[in-house]
């Protein structure tokens, strides 16, 4: 778990695994600079200034042979983390940039955990929590226009609305709160009462439309959804071995063998997809089959994209939900039965037929999509659920004042949805949560 005091000094390399020209270790924390000055000796008359940002460069000794380097100073608390900082650059082989961490743990650096970097920007006030996600999001993004998405997120993209909303809200309470405190001196005319009302019902619906366009994010890898589906018999299960270049997926000329559904992660160009295998479309009245059919029709719902496998030897059933973008798979390409109609992408799990081609028109597909995203489609499952919470709060709010409910019942649903939406954009979080966002970091962000 990553630590939540900030009085100790973090290091860990920070440019992306494997060999490159330069790399960097990267220092936050008090002692930042006097580590870094005593791994990295100076080149005469390169003094940093102590009180701005400096860049020096210098050499670091690495059993007698030096190394060039340079440094980066940061030497207050206007940085990234709220606290002093340190890069350490040099030539970027990772068994050197490894050394160059170990010679700034062996001078009292603690080795960060994922995300550590990022969380001390959060706790120092300098991020809130859905740019901490954006910058999680920037590092996950696979693709140019995710890239973009979470950019226009880290500027500020959901947290803006949600304030303004909370704002009101908190605004709102301290009226109502008063009315309490001074039940005789009630000021608070009905016709007040009726505009309020429908002020909370307002707030309600654009918190649950900020939620609706967060829906279907949620997915553990955050990965594009490629799922195979098709009637029994159709190869589903063959491709999806064939695709990840393993025998997972159980294969056999019975129909109805996959009754679960396998997911393997797979790169199609430069895109890394989840391939979901599932059962044959049946309708048979089997309680086993009725499940393995409702699997499937949850994933095929789910899907960014359908594979819809055909073949000659088993006929099309065509039960997809249409709203899903769809590639046509001709399955079994090697045999003999039937021609593979027009528009169809040819393929053979046992000859390798067409996989490459199959591979292409999926990264197409899914690329052409992301670029239609919405701009807060990154965010993580934990906001859209605080938001609907706050949403519904809302609704119930307006709802006990139309009813002409007590002050004191509305403002216990009031103060319910300003603290989800606190939770949202992490004015008021606990441990936990935190710990779960920052974990999924990498080392070094
Ligand atoms: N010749 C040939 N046979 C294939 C090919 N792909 C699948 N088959 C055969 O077709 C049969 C069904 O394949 P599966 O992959 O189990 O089919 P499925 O669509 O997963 O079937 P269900 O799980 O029952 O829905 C098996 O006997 C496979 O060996 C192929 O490319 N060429
Ligand atoms: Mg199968």
Excluded at 49 to 72: C, F, H, K, M
Excluded at 267 to 289: H, N, W, Y
Excluded at 383 to 407: F, H, M, Q, T, Y
Aim: hydrophobic share 40%.
């Amino acid at each position: 778990m990553a630590s939540f005091d900030t009085f100790d000094t973090i290091a860990a390399i920070a440019s992306p695994p494997g060999p490159a020209l330069r790399g960097l270790v990267r220092l936050s924390g008090p002692e930042s600079l006097t580590i870094a000055r005593s791994v990295v000796r100076l080149d005469e008359g390169q003094e940093p200034d102590p009180t701005r940002p400096s860049w020096r460069s210098g050499t670091i000794d690495l059993e007698g042979l030096p190394l060039d380097a340079s440094v980066t100073f940061w030497p207050g608390s206007r940085t990234y983390t709220g606290q002093p900082m340190a890069e350490i650059h040099t030539t970027g082989s990772p068994p050197l940039l490894r050394r160059v961490l170990g010679f700034c743990l062996d001078r009292g650096a603690r080795l960060a955990e994922p995300g550590e970097f990022t969380l001390r920007a959060f706790l120092s006030g300098r991020i809130d929590l859905t740019q901490a996600e954006a910058v999680l999001a920037v590092i996950d993004s696979q693709s140019p226009a995710q890239v973009e998405a979470a950019l226009q997120q880290l500027a500020g993209g959901l947290a803006g609305p949600i304030e303004a909303v909370r704002d009101r809200l908190l605004d709102t309470l301290a009226h109502l709160e008063a009315g309490l405190d001074f039940v005789d001196e009630a000021d608070v005319d009905p016709i007040g009462r009726q505009r309020l009302a429908g002020d909370l019902a307002r707030d309600a619906r654009e918190l649950a439309a900020l939620a609706d366009r967060l829906r279907g994010r949620d997915r553990p890898s955050g990965l594009p959804r490629v799922v195979l589906v098709g009637p029994p018999n159709a190869g589903k299960s063959r491709l999806f071995n064939a695709l990840t270049g393993g025998d997972h997926a159980l294969v056999s000329p019975i129909a109805g063998t996959t009754r679960d559904y396998l997911s393997a992660t797979i790169r199609c160009q430069e895109l890394l997809v989840d391939l979901i295998d599932t059962a044959g479309i049946d309708e048979t009245g089997d309680p086993i089959e009725a499940e393995a059919q409702a699997l499937r029709a949850a994933q095929a719902a789910g899907a960014d994209l359908l594979l819809d496998c055909r073949s000659g030897d088993a006929p099309h059933v065509a039960d997809l939900p249409d709203d899903r973008p769809r590639l046509v798979v001709w399955t079994k390409a090697d045999r003999a039965e039937g021609e593979p109609p027009d528009g169809t992408i040819a393929t053979s799990a046992a000859s390798g037929q067409g996989l490459d081609a199959l591979r292409l028109a999926i990264a197409r597909t899914i690329r052409e999509r992301a670029t239609e995203h919405d701009p807060t489609g990154l965010t993580s499952a934990r906001c859209r659920d605080g938001l609907v919470r706050a949403s519904k709060a809302l609704a119930n709010a307006s709802e006990a004042i139309r009813l002409e409910a007590g002050d004191e019942l509305v403002a216990v649903d009031l103060r319910d949805a300003v603290e989800e939406l606190g939770r949202v954009i992490g004015a008021e979080i606990d441990d936990a949560i935190l710990d779960r966002i920052f974990r999924r970091f990498c080392i070094g962000k």
